[in-house]
């Protein structure tokens, strides 16, 4: 049995619900969603992809016994628990499975967070789009899913190009980063399996410190804290 292989996932996931998109918050197994081919593509839709946060600490096997965080990168979340509690830090790491022609619609990722993004198997087409793009451009697709977007972005040459826009191929074993303000889409060309983490920088979070002071009352308090905190251990 092949590492990091649908049938190694299975084993170590057990009968586990997984999140199928961050928006619907709908779940199933992934045995199920393995097996249940459907006819999303026939039908102009795209199948769910499961973008799953919880399981990767929580399963029965701890994940992060099975991969590696990229040495470029923060192990955690960066400096994301500086700003918030325990309690209520978002988000920030995901375990993606995506069977072909699946994907999550254009989107800038929260709270000025970077991210990082490893494919263990398959192969996914990507856009990126600079913080420059405004939201009618990077929409201008139909962004309810990857596939929609990718579909309608080759359908239609007279679709504007946005300056900087950059399009690739990931391939297993690359690892795509994703500055923070970025727009970015990925879609799935076969069945693909991957990790991504969102981080929160230096220069981000010195900004969003910045904004709290300007805002006032108790977010400005929370800004001088931090920064008086910086000053002592820097």
């Not at 400096?79 to 978002?90: D, H, N, Q, T, Y």
């Not at 139909?142 to 359908?155: G, I, M, N, P, V």
């Not at 950059?166 to 727009?183: D, K």
Request: aromatic fraction near 12%.
């Amino acid at each position: 049995m092949t590492m990091w292989s649908p049938e190694f996932l299975c084993k170590v996931l057990g009968d586990q619900q997984l999140d199928t998109g961050k928006e619907s918050r709908e779940s199933m197994q992934l045995s199920k969603y393995l097996n249940d081919l459907g006819d999303e593509v026939e039908s102009g839709l795209s199948p769910p992809y499961i973008f799953d946060s919880a399981v990767i600490n929580k399963s029965a096997f701890n994940l992060e016994d099975y991969f590696t965080v990229p040495p470029l990168f923060p192990l955690s979340d960066g400096l994301m628990s500086a700003i918030f509690s325990e309690v209520f830090r978002p988000e920030f790491q995901w375990l993606l499975i995506g069977k072909q022609n699946s994907g999550f619609g254009i989107h800038t990722d929260p709270y000025n967070t970077h991210a990082w993004n490893s494919l263990i198997i398959g192969k996914k087409r990507w856009a990126l789009l600079p913080p420059s793009t405004s939201p009618e451009v990077a929409l201008s697709c139909y962004s309810t899913s990857a596939f929609q977007w990718f579909l309608e972005r080759d359908k239609f040459s007279s679709l504007p190009l946005c300056p900087g826009m950059i399009e690739f191929e990931q391939v297993a074993g690359e690892t795509v980063f994703i500055p923070e303000g970025w727009w970015h889409v990925a879609l799935c060309l076969e069945l693909s399996i991957g990790i991504t983490f969102n981080y929160l920088g230096e220069r981000s979070f010195s900004d969003i410190v910045k904004k709290n002071i300007d805002m006032g009352g108790e977010a400005a308090d929370a800004g001088r804290r931090w920064e008086e905190r910086r000053r002592m251990t820097g």
